[in-house]
């Protein structure tokens, strides 16, 4: 990267290192520069997001799980765009946004590991009449 900060290649796996270690604001730096020399990485736009989530940058999250979205292989392949975009919208208390990306993820992901955990919680929201 530092002989040609252009090629691309190595980005990827350095945002991994990044993510895997936790290094948050390491993955957004590197995943910001991949992503000026080619935005249509879905994979480094996912990892930005969840980076930027993990940061607490929520506005800035959503805007790259938009990204993701706007991809159709790569909204299907991210299933956990929704979930954690359901996360966002419940800590802001917009409980029908919340319930709508949550749903979409069960949709995509009935079986997965945190899918009755995810029916529970909007069973709960709806019994407390909060949507």
């Not at 997001?49 to 790259?64: I, R, Y």
């Not at 991809?71 to 919340?98: C, F, N, V």
Request: net charge negative.
């Amino acid at each position: 990267m530092q002989a040609d900060p252009r090629y691309l290649r190595p980005y990827e796996p350095m945002v991994l290192l990044a993510v895997n270690r936790h290094d948050w604001e390491r993955a957004v730096e590197l995943a910001n520069i991949a992503l000026g020399l080619d935005q249509s990485n879905v994979k480094l736009q996912w990892l930005n997001a969840v980076s930027h989530f993990e940061l607490g940058n929520h506005d800035e999250a959503l805007s790259g799980f938009g990204k993701v979205e706007a991809d159709e292989a790569g909204a299907m392949q991210y299933p956990q765009t929704h979930h954690i975009k359901g996360l966002i919208y419940s800590q802001r208390g917009q409980y029908a946004e919340a319930v709508t990306e949550l749903e979409r993820f069960l949709e995509i992901a009935p079986d997965g590991p945190t899918a009755e955990a995810i029916r529970g919680q909007i069973a709960d929201w709806r019994a407390n009449g909060v949507v």
